[in-house]
């Protein structure tokens, strides 16, 4: 294992610590319990949007801290899920009086820990509201879930009801827009190679210099099938094969086209997917009118991308284009 760690154990603590440093005009970073919110939070008035899960997915979630997205994120250790008192500490900390919307990815820890969080918060006369995000096409139940897995339409749930908050909606508004996303967005990845956890020092699964693993989860979780490494356009061709005809989405959709890297993969291939997935799209009549490339979900170091596709209405589209300024996203400030 070659990291550029000190110690396994001790890797999400310096890491807040660091972003803490790097970043403290916009966010501040509490340790026990271990938590990110925004520098100005709370904001009266205004929902407070929270989100979080296991470390190793940066930017996901404390990069997406911010003006026009989250008020706080909650960071577990190295793929685990965060505890009840780190989530209802956040809460707390960035309550405005308007409510708190819970957006949670679709693992088994995280629902149950963010749920209980929201029981504790209720009984101190904090009104909460959950959206879980179920987007991965590729399987239905695999390590960790019980349903489909929340990954990267979690990003595009985030930044658009973040932009009904901001803009003032109450938490019945901001919650609808959130679910109305989650039930428009669909996902798949794949990997080339593996990722390796700090604490356990070894690969969290094996591939062949040949194979690629498709469908496979933000944890290194099994996918569809293991095949041969094939070209950049039947990668892209397998992966939206899948999520257009989940939805199903259709000739005439406007969508938001989000080609995202598991965090080995170089911009210049997640560019050229890009492209193989405009044409795919283009030739079923499917029109791209929002665009997001780059590294904002990962998986530690792994070599691989995913694929997300919204089906845009007018409504998410103004709230896309709104403002945001946090570590990972920003524009229009």
Not at 291 to 304: A, C, F, H, P, R
């Amino acid at each position: 294992m070659k990291k550029i760690i000190n110690d396994p154990t001790t890797v999400t603590t310096e890491a807040l610590q660091g972003m803490a440093e790097a970043h403290a005009d916009l966010i501040t970073v509490q340790l026990d319990p271990a938590y990110i919110a925004r520098a100005d939070a709370p904001i009266e008035g205004k929902v407070a949007i929270v989100s979080g899960g296991g470390s190793g997915h940066e930017p996901l979630h404390g990069g997406f801290v911010g003006e026009g997205m989250l008020a706080a994120a909650v960071p577990g250790p190295v793929f685990t899920s965060p505890t009840p008192d780190q989530v209802i500490a956040a809460t707390q900390a960035v309550s405005g009086g308007a409510g708190v919307l819970l957006i949670v990815k679709n693992y088994t820890g995280d629902v149950l820990n963010f749920e209980t969080a929201a029981e504790l918060a209720e009984a101190e006369g904090i009104e909460v509201k959950t959206v879980v995000i179920a987007d991965d096409v590729a399987v239905k139940d695999s390590t960790w879930t019980a349903g489909r897995r929340g990954v990267g339409g979690t990003v595009l749930v985030e930044k658009i009801a973040g932009g009904a908050a901001a803009r003032g909606d109450d938490l019945a508004a901001v919650t609808a827009v959130a679910e109305r996303v989650s039930s428009q967005v669909r996902s798949m990845g794949m990997a080339l190679t593996p990722c390796t956890v700090p604490h356990s020092g070894e690969p969290s699964f094996t591939l062949a210099d040949d194979e690629m693993e498709m469908g496979v989860g933000i944890h290194g979780e099994p996918g569809r099938e293991r095949v041969k490494l094939t070209s950049a356009d039947e990668i892209v061709a397998t992966l939206l094969g899948s999520i257009v005809e989940d939805l199903p989405f259709s000739s005439g959709d406007n969508t938001l086209l989000f080609v995202n890297g598991m965090g080995g993969t170089p911009s210049i291939e997640l560019y050229l997917a890009y492209h193989s997935a405009r044409k795919y799209l283009a030739e079923r009549g499917i029109e791209v009118t929002r665009s997001l490339v780059g590294n904002y979900i990962t998986s530690l170091e792994m070599q691989g991308m995913s694929i997300t596709l919204l089906k845009l209405d007018d409504e998410m589209t103004e709230l896309w284009d709104a403002p945001v300024h946090t570590v990972a996203l920003r524009w229009g400030v």
